[in-house]
């Protein structure tokens, strides 16, 4: 019988634990999902030329933290991923994507295992509790605790290819851990979990530790990496680089009303496995798909917005989820669902920019790569 422990239920703005760091810092704080966060410290360019050059610190304390541990652990995410983590090692860690039983998408996520009873699933911020819901609910036939972990758990993210230099300065040396893999490390007097891991694109590290350290690991980074040119960075510069990267963000490129059929994800489904919603991804792979995610670069003058209609001689035959201007390509591209006809690299069609008619084509993703 699974143990739950319950999660409590949010109503006001939430703060993570470097809130007044941030206001200290002049940073433009918004609302995010319900959470108070930094949309820029100095300019979105200058943070997002950071991380391609040198590097940046990201405070993504409102991630959440979900530790499944039990002689069932693997068993039971195996029932709720579309991915086979059978054959993962402790150190390792996995892309992962949550379904529901119409094979919507629930959240992608990643997944760190510890050992073969300890699991973490990392879920996005705004489906937290949702996500954890899920989890627990699903868990009641399996021998498993279910424990969140957001309210005890602080996270960084250090980005940018001088990262490591900055963790040397700091005690840690980390430039030999491999992309997608995990170690306990001590940063600072503090002891951490490090994945080479990142939502970026580029070279970095996610930092865990406990939650009343973030000011501490906070300035210890900021003036490690001084030397390095490190600068602290918002959701903005976070948006431009994900995209370049073609990293799909949850509740703008994919959600519960999409597929994993419809997106980059259909490479996980693990097929062999059972899973919730094989059966309703096996009906669409049956009935074939009509619309794909993909990426586009426009080829006239314009930036394409999320919610602009893609148009084939004037038909609307896709929408934008994500649209930018891409500081490192000096081009505006963006990502957006589009009738599978047209979803072929080089395929050509329109984008209506607040009334005016942008030429653009499918291009391959991602658009950048270190």
């Known amino acids: ?4 422990l319950f999660l409590p239920i949010r109503s006001m703005p939430q703060k ?19 959470w108070q966060l930094p949309l820029y410290y100095s300019t979105p360019l200058k943070e997002h030329n ?17 530790q499944v541990e039990g002689r069932d652990a693997e068993k039971l995410l195996q029932l709720l991923l579309i991915r086979d983590i059978s054959g993962m090692k402790p150190g390792q860690m996995k892309l992962g994507v949550m379904c529901n039983a119409q094979g919507g998408i629930l959240d992608d996520l990643t ?5 073969e009873e300890k699991f973490w699933v990392v879920v ?29 758990t602080s996270k960084l993210d250090l980005q940018g290819p ?4 900055v963790l040397e300065r700091l005690g ?8 997608y893999t995990f170690s306990q490390a001590e940063i600072n007097g503090i002891e951490c979990i490090a994945s080479r891991s990142g939502y970026t694109g580029e070279k970095g590290f996610e930092l865990y530790f406990m939650g009343d350290k973030a000011p501490e690991m906070w300035n210890a980074i900021l003036e490690a990496g001084a030397e390095f040119g490190i600068e602290p960075c918002g959701l903005a510069s976070r948006d431009t680089l994900r995209l370049e990267a ?12 999409h597929s994993v059929l419809e997106c980059p994800y259909e490479m996980l489904v693990a097929w062999e496995k059972q899973f919730i919603g094989k059966e309703a991804l096996e009906r669409q792979r049956e009935s074939n798909i009509d619309k794909k995610l993909v990426g586009f670069q426009l080829l006239d003058r314009g930036i394409a917005r999320h919610g602009h209609k893609l148009l084939d001689n004037g038909k609307e035959i896709g929408v934008v989820t994500t649209g930018n201007f891409s500081p490192t390509l000096k081009k505006s591209i963006g990502l957006g669902y589009i009738g599978v006809e047209f979803s072929k690299p080089g395929s050509e069609f329109e984008i209506d920019i607040r009334g005016k008619k942008a030429r653009a084509k499918a291009v391959e993703m991602p658009f950048y790569r270190r």
């Open 50 to 66: 950071a991380v391609r050059q040198a590097c940046g610190l990201f405070d993504t304390g409102h991630m959440g933290e979900i």
């Open 246 to 257: 073609a990293m799909m963000l949850y509740g703008q490129d994919i959600d519960e009303k």
């Open 1 to 4: 019988m699974a143990l739950i």
């Open 16 to 34: 993570t634990g470097l809130f007044d760091q941030h206001k200290s810092m002049n940073a433009k704080i918004i609302d995010f999902y319900s």
């Open 111 to 115: 997944v760190y295992k510890f050992s």
């Open 172 to 179: 840690a040396d980390l430039n030999e851990l491999k992309y």
């Open 162 to 165: 001088k990262s490591g230099l």
């Open 124 to 152: 996005n911020s705004a489906p937290y509790e949702r996500d954890f819901g899920w989890v627990q609910g699903n868990a009641r036939s399996f021998e498993v605790r279910v424990s969140g972990l957001r309210e005890q």
